[in-house]
């Protein structure tokens, strides 16, 4: 599980250095953005250990994204889910009507902060909704494979899946999704672009407070580190990826 405090929003600041690469183009040759963000602090089950901080986590990455509108996107429709909005129905509702929007070349984006956890086969990796029930985790939680599929199902239509995540173990869901990287390699089509706060074996807040510390970031199908003194190396690479643009 996830043990959290309100910590600096780290993805929000290499969004804005990924971002700061694009080049400005005429508004109607800008892709469009459509996001997702999710953030829960309190859950519903008594067993099921209150957050801080990741409500926050939501709205920033909302407002961030909203504030790229004219800008990096031609347009940005945004919407967030927190805390009792967060409940599983409504994320797979949201993500299943994310697989329907945009045309080829626009940007779709899933940013999930919260509990979550390994299930008892330790490979099936799961994010915890606001209802997520301990004694019934594979039916209350959502699963890596559901993310993973409509990444899948996006990059076919030729769009740009960014898939954020803030919890702990998520480092998983990168292991299972190594097959569906290894399909899109041209920056030029349809792409995924994983952004993952900790190992699979971490908890999301084994780094506390220092701002990107060893946090890890997946691109495509490579493994990039985020540490001092290379982070900046490796988001030079992000900027490269999204000029091209970001497959």
């Given at each position: 599980?996830?043990?959290m405090?309100?910590?600096?929003?780290?993805?929000?600041?290499?969004?804005?250095?990924?971002?700061?690469?694009?080049?400005?183009?005429?508004?109607?040759?800008?892709?469009?953005?459509y996001?997702?963000?999710?953030?829960?602090?309190?859950?519903?089950?008594p067993?099921?250990?209150?957050?801080?901080?990741c409500?926050?986590?939501?709205k920033?990455?909302?407002?961030f994204?909203?504030?790229?509108?004219?800008?990096?996107?031609?347009?940005t429709?945004?919407?967030?889910?927190?805390?009792?909005?967060?409940s599983?129905?409504?994320?797979?509702?949201?993500m299943?009507?994310?697989?329907?929007?945009?045309?080829?070349?626009?940007?779709?984006?899933?940013?999930?902060?919260?509990?979550?956890?390994?299930?008892?086969?330790?490979?099936?990796?799961g994010?915890?909704?606001?209802?997520?029930?301990?004694?019934?985790?594979?039916?209350?939680?959502?699963?890596?494979?559901?993310?993973?599929?409509?990444?899948?199902?996006?990059?076919?239509?030729?769009?740009?899946?960014?898939?954020?995540i803030?919890?702990?173990?998520?480092?998983?869901l990168?292991?299972?999704?190594?097959?569906?990287?290894?399909?899109?390699?041209?920056?030029v089509?349809?792409?995924?672009?994983?952004?993952?706060?900790?190992?699979?074996?971490?908890?999301?807040?084994?780094?506390?407070?220092?701002?990107?510390?060893?946090?890890?970031?997946?691109?495509?199908?490579?493994?990039?580190?985020?540490?001092h003194?290379?982070?900046?190396?490796?988001?030079?690479?992000?900027q490269?990826?999204?000029?091209?643009?970001?497959?």
């Amino acid at each position: 599980m996830r043990l959290m405090i309100s910590r600096v929003p780290w993805f929000n600041l290499v969004l804005a250095a990924v971002l700061s690469a694009a080049v400005p183009a005429a508004a109607q040759e800008r892709p469009d953005a459509y996001v997702l963000s999710v953030g829960v602090n309190w859950y519903k089950h008594p067993k099921v250990r209150d957050l801080k901080g990741c409500v926050n986590d939501g709205k920033n990455v909302a407002e961030f994204f909203r504030k790229q509108a004219g800008k990096v996107f031609g347009k940005t429709d945004v919407r967030v889910l927190l805390d009792s909005q967060a409940s599983k129905q409504n994320i797979v509702q949201e993500m299943q009507r994310l697989a329907t929007v945009g045309k080829s070349g626009d940007t779709i984006v899933l940013f999930l902060s919260g509990h979550a956890n390994l299930a008892k086969d330790e490979r099936t990796w799961g994010f915890c909704p606001h209802e997520f029930d301990p004694a019934n985790e594979n039916a209350t939680f959502i699963t890596d494979a559901a993310i993973i599929q409509l990444a899948d199902t996006l990059a076919q239509q030729g769009k740009k899946m960014w898939i954020m995540i803030d919890a702990c173990h998520c480092g998983q869901l990168r292991l299972n999704a190594r097959n569906v990287l290894n399909r899109y390699q041209d920056p030029v089509q349809g792409g995924i672009l994983i952004m993952l706060a900790c190992a699979r074996k971490q908890l999301s807040d084994d780094l506390g407070e220092q701002l990107c510390g060893s946090h890890w970031l997946w691109c495509k199908s490579r493994l990039a580190p985020i540490a001092h003194g290379v982070w900046k190396r490796r988001v030079n690479d992000l900027q490269q990826l999204h000029s091209r643009p970001l497959g």
